[in-house]
């Protein structure tokens, strides 16, 4: 699990501000669907994102970007899961050169970083299992009456 990489990658269609800038939250939706797809891979299920921690807002992405979100499993607990998080801009719009003009970036832009911590239920047929008294996991059955 410790290592698992779940790369998603999108064009930019909206910006939310002047200059064709994106808004920072669209960076972190895209970490939410990259950790949702971490989550279903490691447990079978979506998870719950429980926070962010060291947000870092280090480029502009803007609309007619290429953009990838990417997220590896750093840490794994009994429920949580600790990722590393980034979204770099692969490509971008050039309307200075013509209308429909883009280039890809090489190297790729940096946007944002983050750490986030996701949580999956205990008992789920595939996800993670219960510690049990003397310090054993045991995955819990399901009942199928």
Same mark, same amino acid.
């Given at each position: ?28 939706? @895209? ?73 890809? @970036?090489?190297?790729? @832009? ?36």
């Amino acid at each position: 699990m410790i290592g698992l990489t779940v790369s998603h990658r999108r064009y930019v269609a909206h910006a939310h501000y002047g200059g064709g800038l994106v808004d920072g939250a669209y960076a972190l939706a @895209l970490f939410g669907d990259v950790a949702t797809e971490v989550c279903i891979r490691t447990d079978g299920d979506e998870g719950l994102f429980a926070g962010y921690a060291d947000v870092r807002f280090l480029a502009p992405v803007r609309a007619g970007d290429v953009v990838e979100a990417t997220a590896v499993v750093v840490a794994a607990g009994t429920r949580s899961r600790r990722l590393d998080l980034r979204l770099t801009v692969l490509c971008r719009a050039r309307r200075d050169l013509r209308p429909s003009a883009a280039e890809v @970036l090489d190297p790729p @832009l940096l946007a944002v970083t983050a750490t986030g911590t996701v949580v999956v239920p205990i008992g789920h047929p595939h996800g993670p299992t219960e510690v049990g008294k003397e310090g054993n996991a045991t995955k819990e059955k399901a009942n199928p009456g």
